[in-house]
């Protein structure tokens, strides 16, 4: 029995292992200026949602929750993001891509922490804070519940986080009652 609980729970983090990973940023304490152009990447596996919400926050004390990209493609495998403003100079950034599907709606990858050492000037881009070279639609068929920033437009999902990470814990757990 021991050896069976021993194998399902590391089949359970091994499977968490092959999900969507962030690349770049990609060390803990990075100095990212966003007064600049910034590409995220990432790596994909066939079983990934096709496609994700790319959102900055930071938790620490600065309550940021920012989408820079919704409905980002995931095999383009990278998201360049033109400019970010209106966000404090601050540690312990982070990237999240989140889910945009109907029936999962939690956080898919975080990146490591990061450090934002400049941030756009409002006056050098008035129109939008955030541009991309890849294409986002939203279908009908993607009926999550949001709502909308009137200040820049972007859609945030409500719902319960489920990752890669959530789902290995349920499965260990389940293992282990057994």
């Keep these: 029995m021991q050896l069976i609980s021993s194998l399902s729970l590391f089949l359970a983090f091994a499977i968490s292992a092959l999900a969507l990973t ?6 803990t304490n990075q100095k ?15 079983s990934d949602p096709e496609q994700f919400t790319i959102t900055l926050v930071n938790m ?8 820079l ?16 403003a209106d966000i404090p ?6 990237i999240n891509f989140r889910s945009t599907e109907k ?6 990858a ?14 050098d881009d008035t129109e939008t804070t955030t541009t991309a070279t890849a294409t986002a639609t939203r279908t009908q068929s993607q009926t999550a519940a949001t709502e909308t920033d009137d200040t820049n437009g972007a ?20 293992v282990m009652a057994l």
Excluded: C
């Excluded at 962030?22 to 060390?27: A, D, L, N, R």
């Excluded at 975080?110 to 006056?123: G, I, L, Y």
């Excluded at 409500?158 to 499965?171: D, E, L, Q, R, S």
């Design 22 to 27: 962030i690349t770049s940023p990609s060390t």
């Design 32 to 46: 990212v200026d966003f007064s600049k152009p910034f590409t995220i990447k990432w790596g994909s596996v066939p």
């Design 60 to 67: 620490d004390g600065h309550n940021v929750n920012k989408d």
């Design 69 to 84: 990209a919704v409905d980002v493609d995931a095999s383009k495998e990278e998201y360049r993001v033109e400019k970010v």
């Design 89 to 94: 100079l601050a540690n312990n950034y982070q």
């Design 103 to 108: 029936d999962s709606t939690g956080i898919l």
């Design 110 to 123: 975080q990146s490591p922490r990061f450090n934002v050492t400049k941030v756009a000037d409002d006056e």
């Design 155 to 174: 859609a945030h999902v409500k719902g319960v986080y489920v990752g890669p990470a959530a789902v290995a814990g349920v499965m260990a757990l389940v």
